[in-house]
């Protein structure tokens, strides 16, 4: 069975599940249905950013690789775009290997700051790390 994903943010929700290939599912509110978003599936770990609810976060992980990435919609899940890969932001900060080869750039939660709009910190196998989306 999977192992279900959400994250809520004033009346939007969002739910994914890294066993499911189909995508995320995306409730706008309590009259609506949910729809398929179905060009993220297979996410790790989800947010909605409280400074702009249309924005979502998603963070993949390709088990063998060793490869996660955080992923940003400002469409509410119509388009994403690359933030950043987990296993560069190690590179980045000289991390070294910790945890078990084939999960640390597994992102395993994502929190958002509600007082600095654009950062978010990444809990990964690496450590935690803080991002800074400066083009939004």
């Given at each position: 069975?999977?192992?279900?994903?959400?994250?809520?943010?004033?009346?939007?929700?969002l739910?994914?599940?890294?066993?499911?290939?189909?995508?995320?599912?995306?409730?706008?509110?309590?009259?609506?249905p949910?729809?398929?978003?179905?060009?993220c599936?297979?996410?790790?770990?989800?947010?909605?950013a409280?400074?702009?609810?249309?924005?979502?976060?998603?963070?993949?992980f390709?088990?063998?690789?060793?490869?996660?990435?955080?992923?940003?919609?400002?469409d509410?899940?119509?388009?994403?775009?690359?933030?950043?890969?987990?296993g560069?932001?190690g590179?980045?900060?000289?991390?070294d290997?910790?945890?078990?080869?084939?999960?640390s750039?597994?992102?395993?939660d994502?929190?958002?700051?509600?007082?600095?709009p654009?950062?978010v910190?990444?809990?990964?196998?690496?450590?935690?790390?803080?991002?800074?989306m400066?083009?939004?």
């Open positions: 069975s999977p192992d279900p994903r959400i994250a809520v943010s004033g009346g939007v929700v739910v994914g599940a890294e066993e499911l290939d189909r995508g995320l599912l995306l409730g706008l509110g309590p009259d609506e949910f729809r398929l978003v179905e060009e599936p297979r996410a790790s770990a989800l947010a909605i409280p400074w702009e609810p249309r924005m979502l976060l998603a963070t993949l390709f088990a063998g690789k060793d490869l996660g990435t955080l992923l940003r919609s400002t509410r899940g119509e388009s994403w775009t690359r933030v950043c890969d987990i560069r932001l590179e980045l900060f000289g991390v290997e910790v945890g078990l080869d084939d999960v750039a597994r992102v395993y994502i929190s958002v700051s509600t007082a600095a654009g950062q910190a990444l809990a990964t196998g690496h450590g935690v790390f803080v991002v800074e400066k083009d939004l």
